[in-house]
């Protein structure tokens, strides 16, 4: 089969859901949008925050990302291991409305991060907690959104215990929230992985899992593709149809051979793109996943290695915030420094102590930076905080270690 241009796989697939849609109003395939904006925020905790009746005009409006604590002032009442500024407990809402052609689609909403001890209701009913800070989570808000009426959404965020870090941490939902659309029959969160193997110049294979999710009551006769692009142009297609039953999950599992790859390096971060197409009587959803072909190793005397070559690590220890904007950070500024860093000779970066934003994952692939990337700061023992000042005083103990036996796993 010859090259196709992306381009045009996504022109005639656009025409066909636009046919769909005019005959029956409703739409189907994923749909993200940005759901920062148009928020409403108290500072301080509030009695039934979450009742949509409650009257909140007189909150502030503001748009997310958004960190309470660097908007504050100084003050040495507050721990020196977090830079001497408060949490305490702040409330954010918003209304929005969900079309009526929406009723049979799934809806979720994703959070990058809450610090922390977060809680969410939608319409005044709990869909759960996440006491860590950094996590990425998303809540299925399906059966209780009102389609063809407005909705409400809560956030109670809980930072009281203020002196639980080594380092500021901010407070607030300072990472991005978006609202996904799908179709009942959809690939589930972070459900495509994509694993690079036997990585030459000459040749790579691509292991690809999709795990599918069918919630509808009916089984369901599914097409599952998978197209590699590189420039536009589709390079190599795999394709399978399977069967699902109602209320059940399936792992599609392919493989692609790709000739003569160009390899992903410091210097040379090529990128490929994963189009991962689900397909009924339509499409029903697809999900991008950039690809970078390389092979790592290392060797306890000879180090680490890229793609076969002996690299030296030449990096930093970095931290989620960024000075004066707290740790509500915008993409162009993560962009900014990566590049000041890699104008210095900078090649790898380790997240000091947590994960860090899909943001900045996303432009280190793009820009050729190795990450070690770190899930916690302290297990089941605490750390010491230090609350009058460095080695001064009695150490704080507050932090993540309270939740490890209960959270480490879903973390």
């Not at 978006?178 to 589930?188: E, M, R």
Request: hydrophobic fraction near 35%.
């Amino acid at each position: 089969m010859k090259p196709r241009k992306f381009t045009f796989i996504l022109s005639l697939v656009t025409i066909m859901l636009i046919k769909v849609n005019c005959i029956s109003g409703q739409p189907t395939d994923r749909e993200v949008q940005n759901f920062n904006f148009d928020w409403k925020f108290y500072k301080g905790d509030v009695s039934n925050g979450q009742d949509p009746g409650l009257n909140d005009s007189e909150w502030r409006k503001l748009d997310l990302p958004h960190d309470w604590s660097i908007e504050a002032n100084f003050n040495k009442s507050y721990a020196s291991s977090t830079g001497y500024l408060p949490g305490g407990i702040g409330w954010y809402r918003k209304s929005f409305f969900i079309p009526a052609n929406e009723i049979n689609r799934k809806v979720f909403i994703s959070f990058d991060g809450i610090y922390n001890n977060s809680e969410v209701w939608i319409n005044g009913t709990l869909l759960g907690k996440r006491p860590n800070g950094y996590i990425s989570f998303q809540y299925d808000m399906t059966p209780f959104i009102r389609p063809g009426k407005e909705n409400l959404i809560a956030v109670r965020v809980d930072h009281s215990k203020f002196a639980d870090s080594r380092w500021y941490t901010g407070s607030g939902i300072y990472r991005d929230v978006k609202l996904v659309f799908t179709s009942p029959v959809h690939i589930k969160q972070w459900g495509v992985s994509a694993v690079a193997k036997n990585v030459t110049v000459d040749k790579a294979t691509l292991d690809i899992e999709i795990n599918i999710s069918n919630e509808s009551e009916k089984t369901s006769e599914v097409t599952v593709t998978n197209f590699l692009i590189t420039s536009g142009d589709t390079i190599k297609k795999t394709s399978q149809t399977i069967s699902i039953p109602g209320s059940s999950s399936k792992i599609v599992t392919q493989n692609i051979d790709i000739f003569g790859p160009k390899l992903w390096d410091t210097e040379n971060p090529n990128l490929y793109s994963l189009i991962t197409v689900v397909k009924g009587f339509n499409v029903l959803d697809r999900e991008e996943t950039p690809i970078g072909f390389r092979s790592i190793r290392f060797d306890s005397d000879k180090g680490f290695f890229l793609n076969g070559k002996n690299l030296k690590l030449k990096g930093i220890c970095m931290h989620h915030e960024a000075g004066t904007l707290g740790s509500a950070v915008p993409r162009q500024v993560i962009k900014r420094r990566l590049d000041i860093l890699k104008e210095a000779g900078c090649n790898a970066i380790r997240t000091s102590h947590n994960p860090f934003s899909s943001d900045f994952l996303e432009l280190c692939d793009e820009k050729g930076f190795l990450v070690i990337g770190e899930a916690f700061d302290e297990w089941e023992l605490p750390k010491r905080k230090w609350i009058e000042g460095w080695n001064a005083g009695i150490p704080g103990k507050d932090g993540y270690s309270v939740n490890f036996k209960e959270w480490a796993t879903i973390d």
